[in-house]
């Protein structure tokens, strides 16, 4: 079964699970979460399942997303068949009873609550995402449900690391278009013209500017550490072929 990573700030249910408890085999081995995969749904649909009741909730309950890299935030009031959620990049909800996930292989996940308030949320926060603002989204879609700023936690699941993420001008320079300040999240590159960038640093302070109450990093890298998770960038750089996806999900507690 899963064994997934807690992050002490959030205090409900949740989980950044690894691609370690799952039933599939192969590239896919073993908790792919990834309805999108090449990998047999059965096997998809056991695994999703299993990070589903390991958080306390029945399968159908836990809701996923078909993420595009933007800043939409999904307002959840009522479930929806496995599959068919909406294009979003992230979900809040203030009802007991649903599992909010976000599947990633490099992104960043991040998961919020209120726990006093009973409202959480989840978020899908790639770098364009994150630039874009699909945390502060996600913040503002919270209090909109009766959460609190200076009591919403957050933390920073596993995703790709400065040491890991070599990027091009283009991204830098799209990061350094919304504030010149954030040039302090890239380091030299091994290339010319090339940089390393910090994801997960960027992220954290892009919650901390949100005036929250606290923010957690979990500092696990995807690429890194390919025993314990998928990672696109991993995939790209040993020729293409089949990926999964790890899970991270949260709910509000019963």
Excluded: K
């Excluded at 933390?155 to 890991?164: E, W």
């Excluded at 350094?176 to 910090?198: C, E, K, N, T």
């Amino acid at each position: 079964m899963p064994h997934p990573l807690r992050a002490a700030a959030l205090a409900v249910p949740h989980g950044f699970f690894t691609r370690e408890g799952g039933v599939s085999t192969g590239p896919f081995a073993s908790l792919n979460c990834s309805l999108s995969s090449q990998d047999r749904r059965e096997n998809v649909l056991e695994n999703r399942a299993r990070v589903a009741r390991c958080l306390g909730g029945a399968p159908d309950a836990l809701l996923g997303l078909h993420q595009v890299h933007g800043i939409a935030v999904a307002r959840v009031r009522q479930g929806w068949a496995t599959g068919e959620g909406p294009q979003a990049d992230a979900m809040v909800t203030a009802q007991p009873g649903f599992v909010l996930g976000i599947v990633t292989a490099d992104c960043a996940p991040v998961l919020f609550a209120d726990a006093a308030a009973g409202i959480v949320g989840a978020a899908h926060a790639g770098w364009r995402g994150a630039v874009a603002g699909v945390l502060e989204a996600t913040i503002a879609a919270m209090c909109d449900l009766g959460a609190t700023r200076t009591r919403i936690a957050a933390a920073v699941g596993p995703c790709i690391a400065q040491p890991s993420y070599e990027v091009g001008a283009d991204l830098r320079d799209a990061v350094l278009a919304h504030d010149a300040g954030d040039d302090r999240f890239f380091a030299s590159g091994q290339r010319a013209g090339h940089w390393q960038f910090d994801l997960p640093g960027y992220c954290a302070a892009r919650l901390r500017g949100a005036a929250i109450a606290q923010v957690e990093v979990l500092g696990a890298d995807t690429l890194a550490e390919e025993a314990r998770f998928f990672s696109h960038r991993r995939r790209t750089l040993a020729g293409g072929g089949p990926i999964g996806h790890q899970m991270s999900a949260i709910a509000v507690a019963a």
